[in-house]
C-alpha cells in the first residue's frame, strides 16, 4: 500500500501529539521517576518528541523544496533582454 507524504505527515503529526499528552501525564512521570526505569542511551519521550518533530520539519522542508524545483523548471528564463 503505498503513502502520500500528507498521510506520513499526519502519522508523525499525530504521533508527536501522543506522545506529548503521554508526558503531561502524572502517571508517566511515576514510572519514568522509578530507579528501575532505563532506556537504552539514556533518551526520554521529550528526546522522541524532538526527534519525531525534527523529521515532520525535514519532510516540510523536502516537499518546499520539490514543489520550487518543479516551479523553476517551469518558469521562463529569467532575466531582461533589450
Known amino acids: 500500500m503505498a503513502m502520500q507524504v500528507e498521510q506520513i505527515m499526519s502519522i508523525i503529526a499525530g504521533a508527536e501529539e ?14 519514568a ?9 539514556e533518551l526520554g519521550l521529550a ?7 525534527e523529521v515532520y520539519q525535514a519532510i516540510q522542508v523536502s516537499e518546499c523544496d520539490s514543489v520550487n524545483a518543479v516551479v523553476s523548471s517551469e518558469l521562463p528564463p529569467s532575466g531582461i533582454s533589450h
Not at 18 to 31: C, F, G, M
Not at 33 to 41: A, G, K, P, W, Y
Open 18 to 31: 501522543t506522545l506529548r499528552l503521554l508526558l503531561n501525564q502524572p502517571e508517566y512521570h511515576t514510572i
Open 33 to 41: 521517576s522509578r530507579e528501575n526505569f532505563v532506556t537504552q542511551n
Open 47 to 53: 528526546d522522541a518528541i524532538q526527534a519525531l518533530s
